[in-house]
């Protein structure tokens, strides 16, 4: 076969010829020739900071960027012939040279070559002749990508956690935020252009598969830096692990160790989930994850994820009730742990919070104790509707500490009547039971544990769901330290407020003092999902609609 002449269509004969309207010259109309009806490459040039690909078929399109591949990346023609043969030029210096030809034959009307030996940080243009027993078209249009072939970098810093082996104490302690900067470059190779740095990657566990379009990639600003504030999990040496990614989609890799000492003196706030000494409420996204916000928040911006995956099951937060108020003494930080209890079901789930409200290890069952108590406290065989399992749950609230200390206890709503488990470790069943009532009454209403006032009294607030009223049961503390119960005997009573109807606030809660005036308030979630608080009871406050 003869070599074809290399030359160029233009202007509105090219854009004919890409759409199939022009045939080669020595076609004829009842055989119009072998035609370029496509072009693409493979992989297809892009951007990686916006996930556009294009091909860049004509001279005012931005081409984009080709990384490293095994061969050289792949041109690929749809025509009308036997065959196709392929040309590359270089267009780095303005002047192209012809680096490449090739070419395949067809097959279902595609064909394709890879094109090695492409050099880093270089400008190419391509095209593309439809072959048919001998006859060439003319050539398609030009289409064109630039190639970046190196792996960005990454280098990691701290002012507030030194790396490892450089000296220097950390200024902040583990359970705490702190500044990291990450600078990334992208270096042109001589002669050449990079693509530089579209995004990153970072976490403090494995990194898996992903790209600039992940919900965890993150811009740089113009220089390729990115700074960013991370709550540091674990007290003891850490390691934040970085990818970089290029326009070219070219992944660099990189990690900072540093110590994180542990805070000598944490804060202890009931309520408080990571650490940061303020009371959190708990609430699930649309998704299923369990998000956290300070109980002074101003937005829903959550100020931290639990993610979906980490629920007891169906990898969901939305079916269970998550009660929290209190830690076990047996681990650090001083930051609560979960009760994840989903109606119906026999076992309740216990998170240990022992990394500031990530509950990144694996949850245990609290086991349903035995050892009951009277009403006046002494020990006592348990009533005989008291079952083995916490399948009557139907409600489950933590009330705050009733047994000195920050041990949490649950209150938990069974046949109508109210219980109160307190005053041991749940993971082994040590907690003691105590029925406060029997009148079974409480069925038609929806518990809510505001915690304790600044005096150290409890109360527990309830939703009478048929009418929406509001009520209050103060459960002072005695001088003995133990608590009085006795409000609690009747739900009707106690009546504070009305307009709480599960029509306009499906979900009521409580999660301590958000205001700051000492006293505990109540939040609720309306049915469009915006997140509502209040002070005490009355002046509400729409902070926006829930994730």
């Not at 540091?232 to 990614?245: A, F, I, K, P």
Request: hydrophobic share 40%.
């Amino acid at each position: 076969m003869k070599p074809v002449h290399v030359h160029r269509l233009g202007g509105a004969a090219a854009v004919a010829l890409a759409a199939g309207l022009l045939a080669a010259p020595t076609a004829t109309a009842a055989d119009p020739g072998p035609v370029v009806l496509g072009m693409t490459a493979s992989p297809q040039p892009g951007h990686a900071s916006t996930g556009e690909r294009t091909d860049a078929c004509d001279e005012a399109t931005d081409p984009g960027w080709v990384g490293r591949t095994i061969g050289g990346p792949t041109l690929r023609a749809q025509i009308t012939g036997d065959a196709a043969r392929f040309g590359v030029w270089d267009r780095t210096t303005g002047a192209e040279q012809p680096v490449f030809t090739g070419e395949a034959q067809a097959v279902a009307q595609h064909a394709s070559v890879a094109v090695p030996g492409l050099q880093d940080g270089h400008s190419y243009a391509w095209h593309a002749w439809a072959l048919k027993s001998g006859e060439a078209s003319a050539p398609s249009v030009d289409c064109h990508f630039k190639v970046d072939t190196t792996s960005p970098a990454a280098v990691i810093s701290s002012p507030d956690f030194p790396a490892s082996g450089a000296g220097g104490t950390a200024t902040k302690y583990a359970g705490q935020k702190g500044t990291f900067v990450l600078n990334g470059t992208d270096p042109a190779p001589a002669g050449g252009e990079a693509s530089g740095v579209a995004c990153f990657r970072y976490g403090f566990g494995t990194l898996g598969v992903g790209d600039c379009t992940s919900s965890d990639a993150v811009k740089p600003d113009a220089t390729g830096t990115l700074t960013v504030n991370l709550k540091v999990l674990n007290w003891g040496t850490n390691n934040l692990n970085v990818q970089v990614v290029d326009e070219a989609g070219n992944v660099g890799q990189a990690s900072y160790s540093f110590y994180a000492p542990s805070n000598p003196k944490p804060p202890t706030t009931l309520g408080d989930v990571d650490g940061d000494g303020v009371a959190d409420t708990l609430l699930p996204d649309a998704q299923g994850n369990l998000q956290s916000f300070g109980v002074n928040a101003g937005d829903t911006t959550p100020n931290a994820v639990i993610a979906a995956n980490r629920a007891p099951s169906d990898g969901s937060w939305a079916q269970f009730q998550v009660a929290h108020r209190g830690w076990a003494k047996s681990h650090a930080p001083s930051s609560d742990d979960l009760f994840v209890h989903q109606p119906g079901d026999a076992y309740l789930y216990q998170y240990r919070n022992f990394d500031y409200g990530s509950f990144t290890q694996s949850w245990t069952g609290a086991v349903r104790s035995d050892r009951c108590l009277n009403d006046a406290g002494a020990a006592a065989p348990c009533p005989v509707d008291y079952a083995s399992d916490w399948s009557k749950a139907d409600q489950l609230v933590a009330l705050g500490p009733v047994a000195g200390g920050f041990a949490p206890s649950l209150l938990t709503l069974e046949d109508g009547n109210l219980w109160l488990h307190a005053g041991g470790d749940f993971s082994f069943g040590a907690q003691k039971v105590r029925k406060l009532t029997t009148s079974g009454a409480w069925a038609g209403y929806d518990l809510i544990a505001p915690g304790p006032d600044a005096a150290g009294d409890l109360a527990l607030w309830a939703r009478e769901r048929a009418t929406g009223v509001l009520h209050a049961y103060p459960i002072p503390k005695k001088a003995d330290g133990t608590f009085d119960f006795s409000a609690l005997a009747d739900p009707a009573s106690g009546v504070v407020a009305t307009g709480f109807t599960t029509a306009a606030y499906p979900t009521l809660g409580s999660s301590g003092d958000g205001d700051g005036d000492g006293k505990p308030d109540l939040w609720a979630v309306t049915a469009d999902r915006h997140l509502v608080t209040f002070s005490g009871w009355t002046g509400p406050k729409d902070l926006g609609v829930l994730k």
